[in-house]
Nanobody, 122 residues
Framework: QVQLVESGGGSVQAGGGLRLSCSAS???????MAWFREALGKEREGVAL???????KYTDSVDGRFTISKDYAKNTLYLQLNSLKPEDTGMYYC?????????????????WGQGIMVTVSS
């Protein structure tokens, strides 16, 4: 069982940036990890993935603006959010699944953080 704790959310104006962190209680090299988000009234959406093989994947709406990365020494997953838009507003969740998974389907992930809010104002 791995525990995940997100940090780094907050409020920012459109065009600005934030960096989200997800601290894990286990060796993240064993897990494919991802960021998801939920906007008010919308379904949970996969944002970015970093697999055990170092392969990354992004949803189209954030590709080129967000960057996912891992610090194996700190067992921490990051999401750098740049050029933020109001439609990026939502609760962001860190998630993990043991082994290789190349997917942004939330049902494939069985470990979740508590979530952290990101608000982008216009």
């Amino acid at each position: 069982q791995v525990q995940l704790v997100e940090s780094g959310g907050g409020s920012v104006q459109a065009g600005g940036g934030l960096r989200l962190s997800c601290s894990a209680s286990a060796d993240i090299s064993l897990y494919s990890m991802a960021w998801f988000r939920e906007a008010l009234g919308k379904e949970r959406e996969g944002v970015a993935l970093d697999t055990t093989r170092g392969i990354t994947k992004y949803t189209d709406s954030v590709d080129g603006r967000f960057t996912i990365s891992k610090d194996y020494a700190k067992n921490t997953l990051y999401l750098q959010l740049n050029s933020l838009k109001p439609e990026d507003t939502g609760m962001y969740y860190c998630a993990a699944v043991r082994g290789y998974r190349y997917t942004l389907e939330w049902k494939q992930f069985d470990h979740w953080g508590q979530g952290i809010m990101v608000t982008v104002s216009s």
